[in-house]
């Protein structure tokens, strides 16, 4: 076999899953979420080690000018009348941005910038988001599958969860079966 010939990694387009390759996975639990529902209670009582989300990278360069590849599995759930999501970041170095496209499920991707408009994107099957720099992201869950995302962010960028402490402008929460967007001031 042709030496200069690599076999790169591979991912399943419909679930996500990474094939032939080293992946990272981290996974965030209910107990690791405190305080970042609207319902504290109502976390407090689902199982501590009920998985929320995971996350599952590729073990790739961290140099200067790399991209990170990874992909996040979001469950279905509720936090009382709140879709399950992730905790939802900026950037440690807020100018860089990200691309994340959905893969399977439907959801919403919450984005805000620092002034703290709120706007949402659909997130589906196909669906492309372009994140741009100084705006926080989150994805939330409100199908009845697993929402799954391929993101894809320069290795520099690092995560600011500090900076959300008092949330995002905006919850989304199921009321009378529909999908209804809250405004939190
Ligand atoms: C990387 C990125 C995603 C998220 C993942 C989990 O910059 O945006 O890989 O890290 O969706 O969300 P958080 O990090 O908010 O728990
Ligand atoms: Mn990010």
């Given at each position: 076999?042709?030496?200069?010939?690599?076999?790169?990694?591979?991912?399943?387009?419909?679930?996500?899953?990474?094939?032939?390759?080293?992946?990272?996975?981290?996974?965030?639990?209910?107990?690791?979420?405190?305080?970042?529902?609207?319902?504290?209670?109502?976390?407090?009582?689902?199982?501590?080690?009920?998985?929320?989300?995971?996350?599952?990278?590729?073990?790739?360069?961290?140099?200067?000018?790399?991209?990170?590849?990874?992909?996040?599995?979001?469950?279905?759930?509720?936090?009382?009348?709140?879709?399950?999501?992730?905790?939802?970041?900026?950037?440690?170095?807020?100018?860089?941005?990200?691309?994340?496209?959905?893969?399977?499920?439907?959801?919403?991707?919450?984005?805000q910038?620092?002034?703290g408009?709120a706007?949402?994107?659909?997130?589906?099957?196909?669906?492309?988001?372009?994140?741009?720099?100084?705006?926080?992201?989150?994805?939330?869950?409100?199908?009845?599958?697993?929402?799954?995302?391929?993101?894809?962010?320069?290795?520099?960028?690092?995560?600011?969860?500090?900076?959300?402490?008092?949330?995002f402008a905006l919850?989304?929460?199921?009321?009378?079966?529909?999908?209804?967007?809250?405004s939190n001031d």
């Open positions: 076999m042709n030496p200069l010939l690599i076999k790169p990694p591979v991912m399943d387009w419909l679930t996500g899953a990474f094939a032939h390759t080293s992946a990272l996975k981290k996974s965030t639990t209910a107990a690791d979420l405190a305080n970042v529902f609207s319902d504290e209670h109502a976390r407090q009582r689902l199982d501590p080690n009920l998985i929320i989300y995971s996350v599952e990278m590729l073990d790739s360069s961290r140099d200067d000018g790399a991209l990170f590849t990874g992909v996040t599995h979001l469950n279905p759930g509720k936090v009382g009348d709140e879709f399950f999501m992730t905790r939802g970041h900026y950037h440690a170095r807020r100018e860089q941005g990200e691309v994340y496209f959905g893969l399977r499920g439907s959801g919403l991707l919450l984005l910038d620092e002034d408009n706007r949402l994107e659909t997130v589906m099957p196909g669906s492309i988001h372009i994140i741009s720099g100084y705006t926080a992201h989150r994805l939330i869950n409100t199908g009845n599958d697993i929402l799954s995302a391929l993101a894809v962010w320069p290795a520099v960028a690092g995560h600011n969860y500090a900076a959300l402490q008092h949330g919850s989304v929460k199921e009321r009378d079966r529909q999908v209804q967007v809250v």
